[in-house]
């Protein structure tokens, strides 16, 4: 007899206890573990031919702005470097693959596009507390003004090594803001014990425990 083997996500058994912050801080604070998106590091010369295809096969222009990201489809384009980028979707069927990407930078010197849909874990991180709790372990400035929607960073946060995108700013009296955070998966669970460490100071009520 063959034994199944079943399919595991880096942050199961974390999940409780992040979906239980938003109890826990008194809906100050929310944490979701997206779905695993597709995602491939693209390379090209954004002055070479092989960049209309590209755009026109993602429907959305490539970044060529430093830490920046835009939209594209159900995932994003994000700025890594002057000609790389990272292309992600939220769908297990995405409408642009890593072949087609592949083929179409194939004819260009550095051309290049991988497939590192397993290598990272995203979470979003939403809340009028989801800039306070980032500030805790990470260096940057995240006042709006230093990061509004549509800015990226590739940073540290806990001493781990993520790829932060700023979604959304509201301008209401809640103050709240929505961000991205791409994770290696090998420090998934330390940033996740990271941040619930972290949020305890948010607290209104016990805050759920991962211990097992």
């Known amino acids: 007899m063959t034994a199944e083997l079943a399919t595991t996500h880096p942050l199961d058994r974390h999940a409780p206890a ?4 938003a109890r826990a801080t008194g809906g100050g604070l929310s944490v979701e573990i997206l779905p695993t ?3 491939v590091t693209l390379r090209l010369d954004p002055a070479g031919p092989a960049r209309a295809g590209v755009e026109a096969a993602l429907g959305a222009a490539l970044p060529t702005r430093p830490n920046t990201w835009g939209a594209a489809g159900d995932g994003e384009v994000v700025w890594l470097g002057p000609d790389e980028w990272l292309v992600t979707s939220r769908s ?3 409408a642009v693959s ?3 990407l592949r083929e179409l930078v194939a004819g260009e010197a550095g051309g290049a596009a991988v497939d590192t849909s397993a290598q990272r874990v995203v979470l979003r991180i939403g809340g009028r507390l989801a800039r306070e709790l980032l500030s805790l372990g990470c260096s940057l400035d995240l ?3 230093s990061f509004p929607a549509g800015r990226s960073a590739q940073t540290l946060l806990g001493r781990a090594g993520v790829i932060l995108l700023a979604r959304d700013d509201r301008a209401d009296a809640d103050g709240g803001a929505v961000f991205d955070l791409h994770v290696r998966s090998s420090f998934a669970g330390h940033l996740a014990d990271r941040l619930l460490d972290a949020a305890c100071e948010f607290a ?3 805050a759920p425990s991962t211990a097992g």
């Open 204 to 206: 209104t009520s016990t």
């Open 143 to 145: 006042h709006p003004r």
């Open 37 to 39: 998106a597709q995602s």
């Open 18 to 21: 992040l979906a239980g912050l």
């Open 92 to 94: 297990p069927n995405a």
């Open 98 to 100: 890593e072949a087609a």
